[in-house]
């Protein structure tokens, strides 16, 4: 069954390190989100990602964030510089389809700022 | 702002037992739910999803409701085994492509 797949499992960086954060979506799909949880909180939408380009960001997701598609299978978040509170789930999401269709989540990277 | 340490809603249930999940979403525009599932350290798993032209629909030994008038989902658990132990989110959309999830459920299954 296919699936959506994320590296690493953790991370751990020092504040003020930059982080990417992979994520290989499900081949056809169309849709690409981010998500966070930080640990015990319910999950956050970050910003997905549709035809190349943003098409909805959260007020978390600020210029410290930025996504890419650098080519036809990854699909990355970049945090530029990191603080402590970045420390988090952070969950890849992808949609075959827009709105009224299910997204299917990665197992997430667990992401350590000390 | 949210609150640091969220406690969530607990559901303990003895395995064999049916169990229901509640959950009030928020915004009476959102026309699509979805109930995830989620173990420890793991990515939320579709479980089941229903459309807002619809109250019910039924899947393998689960059932969601949905309630538009009061903004309340339910997911109905049949025969709940250890296996069903996680944390249960609704999570809902409009408008955009995006979900907004809720608080989550923790179900834990007594054998």
């Known amino acids: 069954e296919p699936e959506v797949t994320q590296t690493p499992s953790h991370q751990v960086t020092q504040m003020g390190q930059e982080v990417i954060l992979r994520c290989v979506p499900i081949?056809?799909?169309?849709?690409f989100y981010w998500y966070r949880q930080i640990l015990g909180q319910k999950v956050e939408f970050l910003v997905s990602f549709y035809n190349n380009e943003i098409s909805e960001k959260s007020e978390i997701f600020d210029d410290q964030f930025s996504v890419e598609r650098p080519d036809g299978s990854n699909f990355t978040l970049k945090i530029r510089s990191t603080k402590l509170e970045d420390s988090a789930m952070y969950f890849c999401?992808?949609?075959?389809?827009?709105?009224?269709?299910?997204?299917?989540f990665g197992q997430g990277t667990r992401l350590t700022v000390v | 702002g949210e609150s640091v340490g969220l406690h969530l809603p607990t559901l303990s249930v003895q395995e064999g037992d049916n169990s229901i999940i509640n959950c009030a979403y928020s915004?009476?525009?959102?026309?699509?739910f979805i109930w995830y599932k989620q173990e420890s350290g793991k990515g939320p798993q579709f479980i089941i999803d229903i459309r807002s032209n619809m109250d019910k629909r039924q899947g393998q030994r689960v059932t969601v409701l949905l309630n538009k008038t009061v903004k309340h989902l339910s997911l109905q658990i049949a025969a709940t085994q250890p296996g069903d132990s996680a944390v249960y989110f609704c999570a809902e959309n409009w408008l955009g492509n995006q979900f907004y999830f809720g608080t989550g459920t923790s179900l834990t299954v007594i054998p």
């Open positions: 999401a992808s949609r075959k389809e827009g709105r009224r269709t299910e997204a299917f």
């Open positions: 081949s056809n799909h169309l849709y």
């Open positions: 915004n009476s525009a959102s026309d699509y």
